[in-house]
């Protein structure tokens, strides 16, 4: 496997847990902590997977989704949306969004690379 | 034999003597030795004029005509005397009250002042009672040419008919229009008529007397000469007697001369109650000696004499001149009274009705600036008296007497009894309208006009012959003595049926469609309910009107004597120093009412009206109108108060409501946020946790750094759950301040060795001035601390600049004030309020805080009694602390 997964995430310990679980399972991580040129840098590295939290920095991850949405090149893209509110209005709004998967933190380390690798093009 | 110069000279005297009967009652009433003259005797006597010549020397007519029939003519009004004796009484009181003058003046004043009906009731009296006067000059003349044919050589008819016309047109003028007040009593005239009545009635009995015990030799001897007459034998038609006692009745209280001495020169109840009974024993005495002298007459006299002269020729055929002259001075005296009376009655209402309503519109503005009224109403009487005898004479010149006459007095009945319907019903039924009246003395002065009168001219006179044969047009059903169809009824009979019954039906039918004026509906209350109320006339309100103005016009009304008298009067009842009252709406009601007796209350209300300012509304109506818009307005107020009450409690609910919104909404933030915040670390500790769990390929230096991870995540949750616990006790006021005196840079230099404690390697100077930081403070030290600590670690945290500098300035005052400043780029100005709520943050870098550190600050200071805000305009992040001074201890 040797799929490329890109983070963003502005959480550096939460960056470093997923970057360690997925890299121990042979993916190819990319992270990226700012909300605002998120979607220069997906476009950018062309991943696999991407796992989005909705709490950036310089903008929201719904609309960073959106906006990836919208365009030919990403509007495949598997998305892992992570979010820290539990709330069913936030499971809502990533469906909205266009976010292929949906995650609560905390959430298990199995859980996430499970995710990827159901996201994950065969 | 008497000639007839000396008929001429007697009958002269007579008047000159009734001339001085009334000038001596007249002088004694100024002098106000008047008393006698209200006897109620006077008053009894004065109705007389109901016998007029025609009943003097007709009932005996009637008699050898038709039987007993004249008694009905008696009946009547005997019948309503003691029958109806309390429509009298509250027609008298409303005539009194009201200062009713004539009865076109009584229908007008109830239907609101209506002068069309004024105008209708008067024209309808006139036409009903020229003829009558027409008939009383005839039968001045027919008596006069009894003794002409007596004695050779005499007078022409028509120049006595016209001398006696001019005669009664002087006497009345004199003595009828010597007051201007209508209203007032003529008390010359009518004791001028109750000499009259007494002359007539003695005049009558004396025949009568004469008959019975001069010619016949006795009562016994009478009856049986009357039982062997054919008198005896007349039989009783029941439906014409009962019709003609109605008739009598009804012209009883409608005809106007019996509605001037009756109601217009009544007094007061006294003269009523007392008339109640005597007036029907005069009646009875006038009619006492009709059948005897009847009798006597068509046995006596040669066939084809004329009996309604019998009266006259029985005596002179037995040569008892000295009777015969009494006899004649008799139905003079019953000729002139009713003539005078009538003349009197009918000038004041074609004057107020007729002439004054059109005199005032042709000079509407001279009312108030010119002209003296007063001259103008007298003349216009006294122009009124002469040209109703005028129109008496002509009618009877060209009528040329005879037939047409005998008839007439039904006829003009039957045709003043139209007023009855409006008459009584205004006086006892509210829901009388002036339409109602208008209606029902239209529809029966029409049919009267059509069934009889037009007709007693005779067929083809007036009415085409044709009419009588087939109907108008061939029209069977309006055939003028067959209405509908109804053939076969005596045509008076049919003619009264028909125009009382349609003028009544009329009259209420209209009366109920129709709504009426608030004018109306007063004056219905006050004529209907005369007995309970004061009944007052309508007032005015508080006009426009200047007393000056009013006293003008009364001046030339009443005179300038009265007017004075009446303005002094009430100028003192006012407690006024001055000779004018106010014209408070009580004095224009006096006023009015003292005009009214002039020139009607029309007329008068017109006036009053036209000085006020026109006004047409009564107190009442206004008061009534008022006490309604009170009434509203209260209501209004209450709903205006309900309705500011209600949006007052709708808006503190919108309010409330907003509020819960919007605390529910920061309450979902709330929990979201700390959702966040502590899943947040959860993560990674969780993240971590399982990592190591898991333990396979792991790095020992792995281990130990997620091991310190783990931990550091675990007291950032545990210093978040503490904030948070911090914040709750603040917030609720929960909190327990520990109060102490302490040195400011004990509590600086504490702070500072705190948050600088834990410290990364980006390093942070303080600038202090510690010469002005020995200020002593009685605070709770651990709490201000905790608030230095936050603002110096929000410094290291958040301070952009490569070289980090945090000046603590500290500045004395009336207050103290601690201001951090650092040299980083600051807050956005947008962000500078939000900064103190819970959960703000606007850096982009994540130091570990969640948020609430300067929401906890400011509800530290607010404790302590200060306060804590963002310093703008200083360059980097700037806060200040505001702190309150003990005095005691600042003086240290």
């Known amino acids: ?122 | 034999m008497t000639n007839l110069n000396a008929l001429a000279a007697i009958s002269i005297l007579y008047v000159l003597f009734l001339f001085g009967v009334a000038f001596f009652a007249e002088r004694a009433s100024r002098r106000g030795r008047a008393k006698w003259l209200r006897a109620p005797i006077i008053y009894t006597l004065s109705l007389s004029i109901y016998c007029t010549a025609w009943t003097f020397y007709g009932a005996v007519g009637s008699a050898a005509r038709n039987g007993f029939e004249y008694l009905t003519i008696y009946l009547g009004p005997s019948l309503v005397l003691i029958g109806w004796w309390w429509v009298l009484r509250k027609l008298v009181r409303i005539g009194r009250v009201q200062r009713i003058t004539s009865i076109a003046d009584l229908i007008s004043s109830r239907y609101g002042k209506s002068n069309l009906l004024g105008v209708g009731v008067t024209l309808l009296a006139v036409i009903g009672t020229t003829p009558y006067i027409a008939l009383q000059l005839q039968s001045v003349t027919l008596s006069v040419e009894v003794f002409h044919h007596a004695t050779p050589g005499g007078v022409e008819e028509q120049s006595t008919a016209f001398w006696v016309a001019v005669g009664l047109a002087v006497f009345t003028v004199i003595f009828g229009t010597r007051n201007l007040d209508a209203n007032e009593r003529h008390h010359g005239v009518v004791m001028a008529i109750a000499v009259e009545a007494i002359v007539k009635l003695a005049a009558l009995m004396a025949v009568g007397i004469f008959v019975v015990w001069g010619i016949s030799g006795g009562v016994s001897e009478t009856l049986a000469r009357i039982d062997a007459s054919e008198l005896g034998q007349w039989e009783v038609n029941g439906g014409r007697w009962a019709g003609l006692m109605f008739l009598s009745a009804a012209a009883f209280l409608c005809l106007p001369r019996m509605f001037q001495v009756m109601v217009v020169e009544n007094d007061n109840d006294q003269q009523l109650r007392m008339a109640a009974w005597a007036f029907p024993l005069y009646l009875m005495l006038m009619s006492l000696f009709i059948v005897p002298i009847a009798v006597v007459g068509l046995d006596v006299l040669p066939a084809g004499s004329n009996p309604d002269l019998f009266v006259l020729t029985v005596p002179l055929e037995y040569g008892q001149n000295a009777l015969a002259l009494l006899s004649f001075l008799g139905g003079f005296s019953s000729a002139t009274s009713m003539v005078i009376v009538a003349a009197i009655a009918l000038s004041t209402m074609v004057s107020n009705h007729i002439v004054m309503p059109i005199w005032l519109r042709l000079n509407e503005n001279m009312v108030s600036v010119s002209g003296d009224v007063r001259h103008v109403v007298l003349l216009s009487r006294r122009l009124s008296i002469a040209g109703v005898l005028s129109l008496g004479y002509l009618y009877y010149s060209q009528s040329g007497g005879g037939a047409a006459l005998s008839v007439i007095g039904l006829v003009a009945f039957t045709g003043v009894a139209q007023v009855l319907p409006a008459m009584l019903g205004g006086i006892f039924w509210r829901g009388a309208t002036r339409i109602g009246a208008l209606a029902g003395l239209t529809v029966g002065f029409v049919v009267w006009l059509y069934t009889l009168y037009l007709p007693s001219f005779g067929p083809g006179a007036i009415i085409p012959k044709s009419f009588f044969e087939n109907g108008p047009f061939g029209i069977g059903w309006l055939h003028p003595e067959a209405l509908f169809g109804i053939s076969g009824i005596d045509p008076l009979l049919h003619a009264v049926i028909w125009s009382l019954s349609l003028n009544t039906v009329a009259f209420f039918v209209a009366s109920l469609a129709s709504f009426p004026s608030p004018l109306e509906r007063l004056q219905g209350a006050q004529f209907v309910n005369i007995q309970q109320g004061t009944g007052g006339t309508r007032s005015w309100s508080h006009g426009a009107a200047e007393a000056e103005d009013l006293m003008v016009m009364a001046q030339r009304i009443l005179g300038a004597t009265d007017a004075q008298a009446l303005f002094l009067r009430e100028a003192r009842r006012q407690g006024s120093e001055t000779h004018l009252p106010a014209p408070t709406p009580e004095f224009l009601q006096i006023l009015e009412r003292e005009l009214a007796g002039s020139v009607g209350a029309a007329t008068a209300h017109a006036m009053v009206g036209q000085i006020v300012g026109g006004m047409s509304v009564s107190v009442e109506d206004l008061m009534a109108v008022a006490d309604e818009t009170a009434q509203m307005m209260e209501y209004s107020a209450t709903l205006e108060a309900q309705s500011q009450e209600l949006s007052r409690t709708a808006a503190q609910l919108r309010a409330a409501n907003d509020k819960l919104t919007r605390l529910s909404v920061q309450k979902d933030a709330f929990l979201s946020q700390i959702s966040h915040e502590l899943r947040t670390p959860m993560t990674s500790i969780r993240a971590f946790s399982e990592i190591l769990r898991d333990g396979d390929g792991i790095t020992p230096e792995e281990q130990s750094k997620y091991a310190s991870i783990i931990h550091d995540e675990a007291i950032r949750l545990t210093r978040l759950l503490d904030d948070l616990l911090d914040l709750s006790v603040l917030e609720n006021g929960q909190v327990s301040l520990n109060l102490g005196d302490g040195l400011l840079c004990d509590v600086l230099d504490r702070a500072e060795a705190a948050a600088l404690a834990y410290d990364d390697k980006r390093g942070l100077e303080i600038i202090r001035d510690a010469s002005k930081e020995q200020v002593w403070l009685n605070t709770d030290t651990e709490r201000l601390s905790q608030v230095f600590i936050n603002l110096i670690s929000n410094a290291r945290k958040y301070c952009d600049a490569p070289q980090r500098v945090l000046e603590i300035r500290v500045t004395k005052g009336e207050t103290l004030s601690v201001d951090f400043i650092d040299n980083g780029s600051g807050v956005a100005t947008e962000a500078q309020d939000v900064i103190f709520e819970k959960f703000a943050r606007v850096s982009d870098q994540k130091a570990g805080g969640a948020g609430l550190g300067l929401a906890i600050s400011r509800q530290i200071v607010t404790r302590l009694g200060g306060a804590i805000s963002y310093l703008p305009g200083e360059g980097g992040a700037a806060f200040r602390v505001v702190l309150p001074l003990d005095r005691a201890l600042a003086a240290q």
């Open chain 1, 1 to 122: 496997m040797a799929g490329h997964v890109l983070v963003i995430e502005d959480e550096p310990n939460i960056i470093e847990a997923i970057k360690f679980i997925l890299s121990r399972e042979g993916w190819n991580v990319a992270t990226h902590s700012n909300g605002e040129d998120a979607v220069d840098v997906v476009r950018a590295k062309s991943p696999d997977v991407l796992i989005l939290d909705v709490m950036l920095p310089g903008r929201s991850g719904y609309d960073i989704l959106r906006e990836l949405r919208g365009d030919a090149a990403t509007e495949n893209l598997p998305v892992l949306m992570l979010t820290a509110r539990g709330q069913s209005k936030d499971r809502e709004m990533a469906e909205r969004a266009g976010a292929s998967r949906f995650m609560t933190k905390p959430f298990s380390n199995a859980e996430v690379l499970e995710a990827v690798r159901a996201l994950a093009p065969v």
